[in-house]
């Protein structure tokens, strides 16, 4: 087989090779807020890799024990899912998604549709960290390193990334849930 004929066959394997591609939106905090079906802070209680159904990637699933509800309400113990994980000695690896570690505390905005696991909202963006401040004692809430502006262009290190206490967190999840549901005319 000649050079140019091994450069070829490259290139059709290439082009016949499954490419997979996550493509995800910039939200806004509001837009995280109205669209979760819920919002939970809690403590990874478990997480296990597991094989898709079609056995071409690896999924985590992740178990929450869940120390308070921001909005809505998945149980005590929500389950999760993420892609990337580690399944039978194979590691899957996707630039972007997010890792959770068994005792990682999080604020995680949820998503729903009919009876599946539900995932994180905008992959990362809907995993807000939870950290004890040294000086205070108080638990902080740091949003994802990547936001939308409310003009519309994506920020990093945006002035406005700070990190909140959980107290002061809750309460901004619960003045837009009321905000969103007076513009839908329901009543809170």
């Keep these: 087989m000649n050079r140019h004929t091994l450069i070829v ?16 939106t910039p939200m806004t905090f509001e837009q995280l807020v109205d669209e979760a079906a819920a919002v939970v ?17 690896i999924e985590s699933v992740i178990t ?23 399944a039978g000695g194979t590691i899957n690896v996707l630039p972007g998604a997010p890792v959770l570690r068994q005792g990682d505390l999080v604020v995680l905005f949820l998503k729903a549709r009919g009876p599946v696991i539900p995932t994180t909202l905008g992959l990362g963006q809907g995993i807000f960290r939870v950290a004890r401040d040294p000086r205070s004692g108080a638990m902080l809430v ?11 262009r994506i920020v990093r290190g945006a002035a406005d990334r700070r990190a909140l206490t959980i107290d002061v967190f809750a309460e901004s999840v619960a003045a837009r849930g009321v905000l969103s549901g007076a513009s839908k005319g329901v009543v809170r």
């Excluded at 490259?10 to 082009?15: D, E, G, S």
Aim: charged share 20%; no cysteine; net charge positive.
């Design 41 to 57: 802070y809690g403590r990874v209680a478990d997480v296990r890799g597991q094989w898709s159904s079609d056995r071409h990637s």
């Design 142 to 152: 740091t949003p994802p390193p990547l936001k939308e502006s409310a003009a519309g």
């Design 9 to 24: 066959a490259a290139f059709v394997v290439a082009a016949l090779a499954r490419v997979d591609a996550i493509i995800v």
């Design 64 to 86: 929450v024990e869940a120390l308070r509800y921001l909005k809505g309400n998945f149980g005590d113990a929500p389950t999760l899912r993420l892609p990337g994980g580690e």
